[in-house]
């Protein structure tokens, strides 16, 4: 079945370090790839998206490109900050389906 | 516009009680999601509604969940009766159109069970 599998957290790294959060999916036909954050006390966000191959998703300095060659969609930022401390979730959606599957999630601490 | 709304935030029950989850989706939202999330694992899909009805229940673990969503407004899950195995986080989404345009999540509602 389809499903996404994220690096396995916690990831603590120090202020203006630099990101990545792997991420690779399975999946039959064509999905759309997103990446979601859930910052404390708060709900799920969505970061950034991508709908096809080689499409790039980008906000808040956050990157992911999607590559159907690898079925990867990595999370990447230059230089994070304290703020970016969250939960972050990788995701797909099947064409046509109205539900997301998620990976497990990744807790990022950012320390100054 | 106000977000989507869940309450309790936090709801702490015994196994075997009963335990009734809201959501309020956006105004004007037909689409209604629940998921949840269990023990830091993989969030997932629990059912859609569209307006009143069940788009898709496939994700509902079994029969001690019930969703209902009348009027085609705010939407209630009931456990009952609850099992350990239900300690997570419920969170609920709307959407207007698609999904593809993106959901937007309540901040969920966290469910122990003891």
């Known amino acids: 079945g389809d499903s996404v599998t994220q690096m396995e957290g916690p990831v603590t790294l120090s202020e203006e370090a630099f990101l990545t959060i792997n991420c690779t999916y399975t999946?039959?036909?064509?999905?759309?790839l997103f990446w979601y954050v859930q910052y404390p006390g708060e709900g799920l966000q969505l970061l950034l998206k991508a709908t096809k191959a080689d499409d790039k998703g980008s906000n808040k300095g956050f990157e992911a490109t999607y590559r159907k060659e690898t079925t990867s969609f990595h999370l990447e930022k230059g230089s994070v900050q304290v703020s970016d401390s969250a939960v972050y979730f990788c995701?797909?959606?099947?064409?046509?389906?109205?539900?997301?599957?998620f990976g497990q999630g990744t807790r990022l601490t950012i320390n100054p | 516009e106000a977000g989507v709304t869940q309450f309790p935030s936090h709801s702490v029950i015994e196994k075997g009680q009963t335990v009734t989850l809201r959501c309020d989706p956006i105004s004007g939202h037909d689409n209604l999601y629940w998921y949840r999330r269990v023990m830091g694992k993989e969030i997932k899909f629990l059912l859609h509604?569209?307006?009143?009805?069940?788009?898709?229940e496939s994700g509902m673990p079994n029969n001690r969940f019930l969703a209902e969503r009348t009027g085609g407004t705010y939407s209630t899950l009931k456990v009952q009766p609850a099992e350990l195995e239900d300690s997570g986080v419920y969170f609920c989404a709307s959407s207007r159109y698609d999904v593809d345009y993106g959901y937007t999540f309540g901040s969920g509602t966290r469910l122990t069970v003891v």
């Open positions: 999946a039959t036909g064509y999905p759309s």
């Open positions: 995701a797909l959606l099947i064409q046509g389906a109205q539900k997301l599957v």
């Open positions: 509604f569209v307006k009143e009805s069940k788009q898709d």
